[in-house]
């Protein structure tokens, strides 16, 4: 795929430093992610982006990944008129009161224990695998549970990135 036949990463591509910024801080609230992003411009398609992206979150350090994290809503909890994270945590929309009430608690749990939000790629799941994910991990090392984090957050800008490339004007958050 070029960047011709995706409009979304031909725009990113073309726009200005600050555009192009404000667009990649809607898909990750790492200073240094962006940077690293703005850094390679222009990307010849989506996949050497991905590439990127991939590479930029390997090298982010604990302060980073915690602007990073900083940028997501809690599970079950997306601020109001946040479309991208409300898509994103589709699965709690229905779940029944009782799990989301687990689901606020453990989030709680999680937060004291780390430091941050729990944070998992949400996109395609159900509100009872999000709610396992978060029992599964919440005993985990403070380092081991940095690493999954990575993943995870890898995963969401893949996703959030793959989505901007491909945009037409005028289409969704992120686009520049």
């Excluded at 979304?8 to 591509?13: D, V």
């Excluded at 411009?41 to 982010?60: G, I, K």
């Excluded at 994910?133 to 940095?146: F, K, L, M």
Aim: hydrophobic share 40%; with cysteine.
């Amino acid at each position: 795929m070029t960047s011709s036949s995706t409009p979304g990463l031909a725009r990113f591509n073309a726009a200005g430093e600050q555009k192009a910024r404000s667009a990649l801080h809607e898909i990750c609230a790492s200073t240094a992610w962006a940077n690293d992003i703005l850094t390679g411009r222009p990307y010849r398609d989506a996949e050497e982006l991905l590439t990127a992206s991939d590479a930029a979150v390997a090298r982010l350090g604990a302060a980073d990944l915690a602007e990073a994290m900083a940028g997501h809503p809690p599970i079950g909890r997306p601020a109001p008129g946040d479309l991208v994270s409300s898509r994103e945590q589709r699965g709690m929309a229905g779940a029944p009161e009782e799990l989301r009430a687990e689901m606020l608690g453990l989030n709680l749990a999680y937060q004291e224990r780390f430091g941050h939000v729990f944070l998992i790629c949400a996109t395609g799941l159900t509100a009872a695998q999000m709610r396992d994910a978060i029992r599964n991990r919440i005993d985990n090392s403070p380092e081991r549970e940095r690493e999954i984090v990575r993943g995870e957050l890898g995963r969401i800008n893949r996703i959030r990135l793959a989505r901007l490339a491909v945009q037409h004007a005028g289409e969704g958050a992120g686009r520049p």
